[in-house]
T-cell receptor, first 110, second 118 residues
Framework: GQNIDQPTEMTATEGAIVQINCTYQ??????LFWYQQHAGEAPTFLSY????GLEEKGRFSSFLSRSKGYSYLLLKELQMKDSASYLCAVRGGAGNMLTFGGGTRLMVKP | GAGVSQSPRYKVTKRGQDVALRCDPI?????LYWYRQALGQGPEFLTYFNYEAQQDKSGLPNDRFSAERPEGSISTLTIQRTEQRDSAMYRC????????????????FGPGTRLTVL
């Protein structure tokens, strides 16, 4: 089976840096995705990791360690619009379906 | 370009009625997925298709739920004899590929259909 864990809520200050962690236990592994979801909207794709290491994309970076079953999403220079839920999702085994964590609700305060 | 579209956006029905939820994927996307999302939770996998073939339906809760994609494009998720516990946001996603091992497997989500069963 699949088990994805991430913190339920986090709070950070505008302009700061925040790291959202995700740990997973899966029967197979074929990639990890991060999505952003604003309240009432669809999840939107942020990043994809399949090999160990850091992937950087503007203010957002994502890190993966397959041996530790661990990933994090790093958000720099936080803006108020970054207040949203951040979903960690793992693709494991055959097929392309994703198993999602419960999401981390990030609140950015002035 | 146009993203994934779903209709209706909201559906209110009475217990025992059948409902059909429609998904129109991004043009050219081979794979189509159905998820269900409870408030405050991540999406939960239901079923998916490559072209018109249903590849995995292990996430469908019971035999009242079915899905089809007859021409490899638009898909319909049907729930028969709806029950109050079926109330949720139903999301559709599509991806260009499914086995590249790369970013072309990325799933793009539609706006969802909010189903309320009274």
């Amino acid at each position: 089976g699949q088990n994805i864990d991430q913190p339920t809520e986090m709070t950070a200050t505008e302009g700061a840096i925040v790291q959202i962690n995700c740990t997973y236990q899966t029967s197979g592994f074929n990639g990890l995705f991060w999505y952003q979801q604003h309240a009432g909207e669809a999840p939107t794709f942020l990043s994809y990791n399949v090999l160990d290491g850091l992937e950087e994309k503007g203010r957002f970076s994502s890190f993966l360690s397959r041996s530790k079953g661990y990933s994090y999403l790093l958000l720099k220079e936080l803006q108020m619009k970054d207040s949203a839920s951040y979903l960690c999702a793992v693709r494991g085994g055959a097929g392309n379906m994703l198993t999602f964590g419960g999401g981390t609700r990030l609140m950015v305060k002035p | 370009g146009a993203g994934v579209s779903q209709s209706p956006r909201y559906k209110v029905t009475k217990r025992g009625q059948d409902v059909a939820l429609r998904c129109d994927p991004i043009s050219g996307h081979v794979s189509l997925y159905w998820y269900r999302q409870a408030l405050g939770q991540g999406p939960e996998f239901l079923t998916y298709f490559n072209y018109e073939a249903q590849q995995d339906k292990s996430g469908l809760p019971n035999d009242r739920f079915s899905a089809e994609r007859p021409e490899g494009s638009i898909s319909t998720l049907t729930i028969q004899r709806t029950e109050q516990r079926d109330s949720a946001m139903y999301r559709c996603a599509s991806s260009l590929a499914w086995a590249s091992g790369g970013v072309t497997d990325t799933q793009y989500f539609g706006p969802g259909t909010r189903l309320t069963v009274l």
